[in-house]
Antibody
């Protein structure tokens, strides 16, 4: 069965960095696009970034562009999110999600991890 | 960016009720609209994709429809496990955007 397990969350000071990982199993990781989606405490879902199956296409939310970097290692079945210049408003649970397709319009997140909490505070 | 507006923001209903949640896109998104259910402390779960296709394993009391830029999620007969928050999502173009959510509560 499909499993997505996020790790790397924790408490970090404003301006600091953190790298999240998402270990995937139960499917051919090199096939689908992958997403990061976050949810601030008590708030709604916010899409963060997407990476195509072969990493040739990457897109970000405006709120993280230039600060966050999504990447994947298909040989390790792992998705990453490098987060730099963190702000208080980046505090959230971060979910990784598996797309149904390789990339493009009409995508949907058919499987989600359990999430990892990132807290940005001094 | 495409703005997704859900209504209502919250809704109280009883077991057995028929419930409808609306989602309006700020511009045309074809039928690239998905619906998710989220329960407290849990990850979102895909219910409907491409406006009206039921995800495998999701009960048939859930359905979706589309008319132009207006989309609807309908639960035909509410069950106790359906009380949750529901989100629409457009994947027509990046940045992908979600609606603000509709919280469905027990009356």
């Amino acid at each position: 069965q499909v499993q997505l397990v996020e790790s790397g969350g924790g408490v970090v000071q404003p301006g600091g960095s953190l790298r999240l990982s998402c270990a995937a199993s139960g499917f051919t990781f090199s096939n689908p696009a992958m997403h990061w989606v976050r949810q601030a405490p008590g708030k709604g879902l916010e899409w963060v970034a997407v990476i195509s199956y072969d990493a040739s296409n990457i897109n970000y939310a405006d709120s993280v562009k230039g600060r966050f970097t999504i990447s994947r290692d298909n040989s390790k079945n792992t998705l990453y999110l490098q987060m730099n210049s963190l702000r208080a408003e980046d505090t959230a649970v971060y979910y990784c999600a598996k797309d149904r397709f390789q990339y493009g319009s009409g995508s949907y997140c058919e499987y989600w991890g359990q999430g990892t909490l990132v807290t940005v505070s001094s | 960016d495409i703005r997704m507006t859900q209504s209502p923001s919250s809704l109280s209903a009883s077991v057995g009720d028929r419930v409808t949640i609306a989602c309006r896109a700020s511009q045309s998104i074809s039928r690239y609209l998905n619906w998710y259910q989220q329960k407290p402390g849990k990850a979102p779960k895909l219910l409907i994709y491409a406006a009206s296709s039921l995800q495998s394993g999701v009960p048939s009391r859930f359905s979706g429809s589309a008319s132009g830029t207006d989309f609807t999620l309908t639960i035909s007969s509410l069950q106790p496990e359906d009380f949750a928050t529901y989100y629409c999502q457009q994947t027509y173009i990046t940045p992908i955007t979600f609606g603000q959510g509709t919280r469905l509560e027990i009356k």
